[in-house]
């Protein structure tokens, strides 16, 4: 079971996001155009304040930018409503945060089926989707154990696979390595560009560790707001 590639997964065209104005001008993305295509992984590059998290706040609608254009998978962010924005992000983009953020009391299974609850559809469809998600990242045997009784490598593959339960456009990875061991984040880069090509998500991995790059299809490199 695949997703419905889309014509467009990210594409950002001359970007720019400002805070502030005058002498307390910031510039955090600086003309950045960035494009994505379906089952494509791009891991982007720079140190701590280079504007990796600005890059996904706008990938992800979070935030508009101050000038350019951001198309997700085929619909045009500007002049997009609040409520049409909050349904693409639920429907259309899927997110892997730097710790998993697993509600401590839900069981893995649940943690899942927590996304198509949120939409109000929770179906045979999902259910059995939710299985299949499980069994590509490893952790069928592990269904019924909730967050303390896993290693971070597995919370990590968890928060992993309930990023893709939407069937995402877009997939977002901010640091998904970051609390975790260089084997394991070896593992979550590698099953993560394993499972964007899968399923034909456009991935977007922001990370600071240069060593963990093999499994992306191009690597980019972002400074000041800029991308080399």
């Known amino acids: 079971m695949t997703a419905t590639v889309t014509t467009t997964g990210l594409a950002l065209d001359g970007v720019t996001l400002e805070y502030g104005s005058g002498d307390t001008l910031v510039t955090a993305l600086d003309e950045v155009t960035l494009t994505v295509e379906p089952g494509q992984f791009v891991a982007v590059v720079g140190p701590s304040g280079s504007g990796k998290s600005s890059l996904l706040a706008?990938?992800?609608?979070?935030?508009?930018?101050?000038?350019?254009?951001?198309?997700?998978?085929?619909?045009?962010?500007?002049?997009?409503?609040?409520?049409?924005?909050a349904e693409l992000r639920r429907t259309r983009i899927g997110y892997v945060f730097q710790s998993g953020n697993l509600p401590a009391s839900l069981p893995v299974r649940d943690q899942l089926l927590l996304v198509?609850?949120?939409?109000?559809?929770?179906?045979?469809d999902a259910r059995a989707y939710a299985d299949e998600l499980l069994e590509a990242v490893g952790l069928?045997?592990?269904?019924?154990r909730r967050p303390h009784e896993l290693s971070g490598g597995e919370r990590q593959r968890v928060g992993l696979a309930r990023a893709l339960m939407?069937?995402?456009?877009?997939?977002?990875?901010?640091?998904?390595?970051?609390?975790?061991d260089r084997r394991r984040a070896r593992e979550i880069v590698a099953l993560l560009a394993e499972?964007?090509?899968?399923?034909?998500?456009?991935?977007?991995?922001?990370?600071?560790?240069?060593?963990?790059?093999?499994?992306?299809?191009?690597?980019v490199h972002m400074r000041d707001g800029r991308l080399e």
């Open 166 to 180: 939407n069937r995402p456009a877009v997939l977002l990875a901010d640091e998904p390595t970051a609390a975790l």
């Open 116 to 124: 198509p609850h949120l939409s109000g559809r929770i179906t045979a």
């Open 195 to 219: 499972q964007s090509h899968r399923r034909g998500a456009a991935t977007v991995m922001v990370t600071h560790d240069t060593e963990l790059l093999d499994s992306a299809d191009r690597v």
């Open 58 to 85: 706008v990938a992800g609608a979070l935030i508009h930018p101050t000038r350019g254009r951001v198309r997700i998978a085929d619909v045009e962010v500007s002049g997009t409503k609040a409520r049409d924005l």
């Open 140 to 144: 069928t045997a592990k269904a019924g």
